[in-house]
């Protein structure tokens, strides 16, 4: 029963605790959860792979659908913001409709909007099945891990926590690859029509083996006025991180009205949340009081930051620098997902049983340690490094991020009840989210800032006394000379030539900033793991009974 307040608003009802489960009904679980689990990676992956996938493919869907290429990133954009509105409200929207209906809707809607894409004729039509899609997806993330916290047993967790975030971590790094490959073999509606068969099985796995938890807890009444809030206040963010560098920033009045809406919103979001009037919040920002999850949700950003800033970073360096095609790019990414994939599973083979056999903190700042040596070697990448120095720089990054999710979430979930389990997976998510927006947004804008001060630091050398850029200047008209232009024509080539060289080793420099920039967002963060708790083996997330 609820307990009523001094002022007489009624408080959130106290969460029971949670007793044993039955023998029977974890004999029952125990046949089905694998299968479970494969239904929910694959529904996962498929939603993080949608995320980049695109990205290759936006010229040639510019080209075929006659847009712009600023109008057609609004089929990322659009993405991106239905799913960061979404992700938060999973929890209630898992309780509303019970687990197994809310996910094989989820999973069905995905298929539906991405056979949608496929078939789209307008840039208007696309981008409105995509956000369809992006709603569709948060499911896939959030109430899937939630879920797996909740069917199996603790001493299972770090191996079934671990396979499944090294599909979150390794999609992003497999959708370039993959991506260009379709691309460059079919048509860009391709890589919405894979979805389908993969959608299909995803869906047969979880309606045929999953059902609703026997801890889940009924919504009450609707919080329209928090629905509301949160999808004004998380939207405007969104779009004010994705648009504001085409824009100018705050140069753009529309960015700084957004901008204010969303501060002003999300504010007012977090107070009608933790009010005692709020009886049914829509998301319960109250098990933020938990120190462990509140540090790895802040954690999270930072991962976040440094996954999606560098999967941003590198195909922009490889293309424009090394003049890599999107392919030969994908593929010098793809070790770097297995490095990932194997240091996920050593991890989840450390943390798995009743007692972990390494303190998960132990293993954070591992894996803090090795992604930022990483980010070191990139940013001392030059204008001659070739695939074999970018792959081993890779492989460092992707061998230092499994060495993080998993021990990050074995430390948020070791804590929470059960019940709680559904919301700090919404938080965890969202925060992985927006830590990728901050991270491309920002890293964006101070790549272009870092180009220009680096290009007018080189410019400054060059004058008419520097007799090494003079001999340069001879030597490039002397070559074009040779090849049948005029002198004068030959000297203004030579020019043209040396502006270029100016301008590619700007670039250079302000990427190596960048990645180091990453480097120093590590550091400035990491001392958000010394506030997290070492899981003490009481603190068992209980097994659904089926």
């Given at each position: 029963?609820?307990?009523?307040?001094?002022?007489?608003?009624?408080?959130?009802?106290?969460?029971?605790?949670?007793?044993?489960?039955?023998?029977?009904?974890?004999?029952?679980?125990?046949?089905?959860?694998?299968?479970?689990?494969?239904?929910?990676?694959?529904?996962?992956?498929?939603?993080?792979?949608?995320?980049?996938?695109?990205?290759v493919a936006l010229p040639q869907m510019a080209g075929n659908l006659g847009a712009t290429f600023e109008e057609i990133g609004w089929v990322s954009t659009g993405y991106i913001l239905s799913n960061v509105v979404v992700l938060p409200m999973t929890a209630f929207l898992a309780a509303r409709f019970g687990r197994k209906r809310y996910l094989g809707f989820s999973i069905l809607l995905f298929i539906f909007a991405s056979f949608f894409c496929g078939m789209s004729h307008s840039l208007i039509e696309l981008v409105f099945w995509r956000i369809v899609q992006g709603a569709g997806g948060a499911a896939l993330l959030s109430t899937a891990q939630a879920t797996l916290r909740q069917i199996f047993p603790m001493e299972q967790q770090g191996i079934v926590q671990a396979i499944f975030l090294m599909g979150i971590i390794v999609a992003p790094t497999l959708g370039p690859t993959l991506g260009g490959w379709i691309t460059d073999n079919y048509t860009w509606n391709w890589c919405f029509f894979i979805n389908i068969p993969i959608g299909i099985a995803s869906f047969f796995l979880v309606t045929t083996f999953?059902?609703?938890?026997?801890?889940?807890?009924?919504?009450?009444?609707?919080?329209?006025?928090?629905?509301?809030?949160?999808?004004?206040?998380?939207?405007?963010?969104?779009?004010?991180?994705?648009?504001?560098?085409?824009?100018?920033?705050?140069?753009?009045?529309?960015?700084?009205?957004?901008?204010?809406?969303?501060?002003?919103?999300?504010?007012?979001?977090?107070?009608?949340?933790?009010?005692?009037?709020?009886?049914?919040?829509?998301?319960?920002?109250?098990?933020?009081?938990?120190?462990?999850?509140?540090?790895?949700?802040?954690?999270?950003v930072a991962l976040g930051f440094g996954l999606y800033g560098g999967v941003y970073l590198f195909p922009l360096f490889a293309q424009t620098i090394l003049n890599f095609t999107p392919t030969k790019t994908g593929l010098v990414l793809l070790p770097g997902g297995l490095a990932t994939a194997t240091s996920a599973l050593i991890c989840g083979r450390l943390l798995n049983g009743k007692k972990a056999l390494v303190d998960p903190r132990i293993l954070i700042v591992l894996g803090m340690t090795i992604f930022m040596i990483s980010m070191w070697d990139l940013g001392h990448l030059t204008i001659i490094s070739g695939e074999a120095d970018t792959r081993v720089s890779l492989l460092i990054r992707g061998f230092g991020l499994g060495f993080l999710f998993a021990p990050i979430n074995q430390v948020a979930y070791a804590s929470i009840n059960p019940r709680e389990a559904q919301q700090a997976s919404g938080l965890i998510n969202l925060a992985r989210q927006l830590g990728g927006s901050f991270g491309i947004a920002i890293l964006g804008t101070y790549l272009t800032h870092r180009s220009d001060i680096h290009r007018a630091n080189l410019v400054n050398y060059l004058?008419?006394?520097?007799?090494?850029?003079?001999?340069?200047?001879?030597?490039?008209?002397?070559?074009?000379?040779?090849?049948?232009?005029?002198?004068?024509?030959?000297?203004?080539?030579?020019?043209?030539?040396?502006?270029?060289?100016?301008?590619?080793?700007?670039?250079?420099?302000?990427?190596?900033?960048s990645f180091l920039m990453i480097l120093v967002f590590f550091c400035i963060t990491s001392p958000a793991i010394f506030l997290l708790r070492k899981p003490k083996a009481a603190a068992a997330v209980a097994v659904d009974a089926h």
């Open positions: 029963m609820a307990k009523v307040s001094k002022s007489g608003a009624a408080a959130i009802p106290a969460r029971p605790a949670v007793g044993p489960i039955p023998a029977a009904a974890l004999s029952g679980v125990s046949k089905y959860r694998w299968w479970i689990l494969l239904g929910l990676i694959t529904a996962a992956i498929m939603e993080v792979l949608d995320t980049t996938i695109v990205n999953l059902e609703d938890s026997v801890q889940a807890s009924k919504a009450g009444s609707v919080d329209w006025l928090g629905i509301g809030l949160m999808t004004v206040g998380l939207g405007s963010l969104q779009y004010v991180l994705e648009q504001g560098q085409e824009k100018d920033w705050f140069n753009d009045s529309s960015i700084v009205r957004l901008a204010l809406l969303s501060g002003v919103t999300l504010a007012i979001l977090m107070w009608w949340e933790l009010s005692p009037r709020n009886t049914h919040p829509v998301v319960d920002f109250r098990i933020l009081k938990n120190r462990a999850l509140s540090s790895a949700i802040f954690l999270f004058y008419a006394g520097n007799t090494q850029m003079t001999s340069q200047v001879q030597k490039f008209a002397a070559n074009f000379h040779a090849h049948g232009l005029g002198m004068t024509d030959a000297t203004r080539a030579a020019y043209a030539v040396l502006d270029r060289k100016v301008t590619v080793q700007a670039q250079v420099s302000s990427f190596n900033d």
